[in-house]
């Protein structure tokens, strides 16, 4: 029976899994939080599609999200280095040497879709709406070895004597961060997709871009301002059960 003769409304139910390249985005003038970079991830999660109208549903996800980024280069240390005075809030001791920071969250998308050409072998759809994130861990991950310096050029370095610059150390890390942030985060998410119809069911190609719009840290004095981005690809399949 034709859609507008009936009260039936299409429903799929679909897995994904695609790459990830999140990002933490900070301001420009916190030493702490500025100059990160995307980091490459996997993710990958389910949703229901829920047919609204002809062309426009609601799909609502359950999705793995990582989120975080790197940051590689002359950077402020921000734990205490034993031999050395602790500085005033703001104020840190800097060396070269490689951090990643990887947040995992369980993210949970509402959006709307419009299609076109839903009926069609080949079509397309637009989407776009809220999600809200449940942070599950959060680890820094540090390498590398570095003298320290006062200044974020690395043309000041730490003296422990007239001509003796303070001993290189070693920064090979994992730190579990988790209690210094917050546990949820909200934000919107959108993007667009290519769908391939077979019979009932379809394959798709998914394009999508999210920005939280939560402050991550609990401590914004001592640790900044950060909120999550990413860009991700996405390869999936959905089953039509209506």
Same mark, same amino acid.
């Given at each position: 029976?034709?859609?507008?003769?009936?009260?039936?409304?299409?429903?799929?139910?679909?897995?994904?899994?695609?790459?990830?390249?999140?990002?933490?985005?900070?301001? =420009?003038? #916190?030493? !702490?939080?500025?100059?990160?970079?995307?980091?490459?991830?996997?993710?990958? +999660?389910?949703?229901?599609?829920? #047919? @609204?109208?002809?062309?426009?549903?609601?799909?609502?996800?359950?999705?793995? %999200?990582?989120?975080?980024?790197?940051?590689?280069? !002359? #950077?402020?240390?921000?734990?205490?280095?034993?031999?050395?005075?602790? @500085?005033?809030?703001?104020? &840190? &001791?800097?060396?070269?040497?490689?951090?990643?920071? /990887?947040?995992? &969250? !369980?993210?949970?998308?509402?959006? @709307?879709? *419009?299609?076109?050409?839903?009926? /069609?072998?080949?079509?397309?759809?637009?989407?776009?709406?809220? *999600?809200?994130?449940? @942070?599950?861990?959060?680890?820094?991950?540090?390498?590398?070895? =570095?003298?320290?310096?006062?200044?974020?050029?690395?043309?000041?370095?730490?003296?422990?004597?007239?001509? $003796?610059?303070?001993?290189?150390?070693?920064?090979?890390? /994992?730190?579990?961060? $988790?209690? =210094?942030?917050?546990?949820?985060?909200? +934000?919107?998410?959108?993007?667009?997709?290519? $769908?391939?119809?077979?019979?009932?069911? *379809?394959?798709? !190609?998914?394009?999508? %871009? =999210?920005?939280?719009? $939560?402050?991550?840290?609990?401590?914004?004095?001592?640790?900044?301002?950060?909120?999550?981005?990413?860009?991700?690809?996405?390869?999936?399949?959905?089953?039509?059960?209506?």
């Amino acid at each position: 029976m034709a859609f507008g003769q009936s009260n039936e409304r299409e429903v799929h139910v679909g897995v994904k899994a695609g790459i990830s390249l999140p990002n933490l985005v900070g301001s =420009s003038d #916190q030493e !702490i939080t500025k100059n990160y970079k995307s980091r490459l991830a996997a993710s990958f +999660g389910a949703f229901v599609d829920v #047919q @609204l109208h002809k062309n426009t549903s609601l799909q609502i996800e359950v999705d793995y %999200a990582p989120q975080g980024g790197k940051r590689n280069g !002359i #950077q402020p240390v921000t734990q205490p280095i034993p031999g050395l005075p602790v @500085l005033p809030a703001g104020n &840190y &001791y800097f060396a070269n040497f490689n951090n990643t920071a /990887k947040l995992d &969250y !369980i993210e949970l998308p509402v959006m @709307l879709k *419009y299609r076109v050409r839903r009926d /069609k072998p080949v079509g397309a759809y637009l989407n776009g709406g809220t *999600y809200v994130g449940f @942070l599950m861990k959060a680890t820094t991950v540090t390498s590398g070895s =570095s003298s320290l310096f006062l200044d974020n050029r690395g043309s000041i370095p730490v003296m422990v004597g007239p001509s $003796t610059p303070f001993p290189t150390i070693p920064f090979d890390a /994992k730190t579990d961060v $988790t209690d =210094s942030l917050n546990r949820v985060n909200f +934000g919107i998410t959108g993007g667009g997709g290519i $769908t391939f119809k077979h019979k009932d069911n *379809y394959f798709f !190609i998914d394009g999508r %871009a =999210s920005y939280g719009l $939560t402050t991550l840290q609990k401590d914004t004095l001592n640790d900044g301002k950060s909120r999550t981005g990413n860009l991700v690809m996405s390869f999936g399949y959905a089953f039509g059960v209506k």
